[in-house]
């Protein structure tokens, strides 16, 4: 069964710090890994999607990577800014059904 | 709309009342997803909805819960005879299905308190 793991579940910097989320899976037959950012009362927005086939994805300043081998998949956050302070969310699986992380809480310090 | 919206934003009922919630997915999208997430933790799958296929409702917690969708449009989940574990967001996603890619949408999510 798959389970997915996030470490810290809470993490605050200051501004201008380059920063690493973490996300680990138990399973590595998964079809793609997508990370999420949710901001409260807002749901959740589709940050970057890493198919299994691919091993990283940049988008602006953020770059995610996946090494299905170990297991393991990572957010960078480079230069960061107080607007990126939101919960930050990993979610895998072999089909549509994504098994989700507990989140990373993020704070930017001003 | 241009993405997915849900109703009502917010619910508060009491023990053992029914509440039913409402999700409109973004057009065209064939695929829906209705997930809960209690404070604090990662989201739990319910159900999923694909065109005309039957549903996979392996994530429905009991049979108090369930979920309809018209066509490829609305859906809606109900809940009967809540219970303060059901207090919870209920979020709704869509998407398309290409290629093997879900990337899902989601919709602001309905946040329950059962009292």
Do not use: M
């Amino acid at each position: 069964k798959q389970e997915v793991t996030q470490i810290p579940a809470a993490l605050s910097v200051p501004e201008g710090e380059n920063l690493v989320l973490n996300c680990s899976f138990t399973d590595s037959a998964i079809y793609n890994l997508q990370w999420f950012r949710q901001d409260p009362g807002k749901g959740l927005t589709s940050l970057l999607l890493i198919q299994s086939s691919q091993r990283e994805q940049t988008s602006g300043r953020l770059n995610a990577s996946l090494d299905k081998s170990s297991g393991r998949s990572t957010l960078y956050i480079a230069a960061s800014q107080p607007g990126d302070s939101a919960t930050y969310l990993c979610a895998t699986g072999s089909n549509y059904q994504l098994i989700w992380g507990a989140g990373t809480k993020l704070i930017i310090k001003p | 709309g241009a993405g997915v919206s849900q109703s009502p934003s917010n619910k508060v009922t009491e023990k053992g009342k029914d509440v039913e919630l409402r999700c409109d997915p973004i057009s065209g999208h064939t695929a829906l997803y209705w997930y809960r997430q209690r404070l604090g933790q990662g989201l739990e799958f319910l159900i999923y909805f694909q065109g005309n296929s039957a549903p996979d409702k392996s994530g429905l917690p009991s049979d108090r819960f369930s979920a309809e969708r018209t066509g490829e449009s609305v859906s809606t989940l109900t809940i009967q005879r809540t219970q303060q574990e059901d207090s919870a967001v209920y979020l709704c996603a869509s998407s398309l299905v290409t290629g093997g890619t879900y990337e899902q949408y989601f919709g602001p999510g309905t946040r329950l308190t059962v009292t």
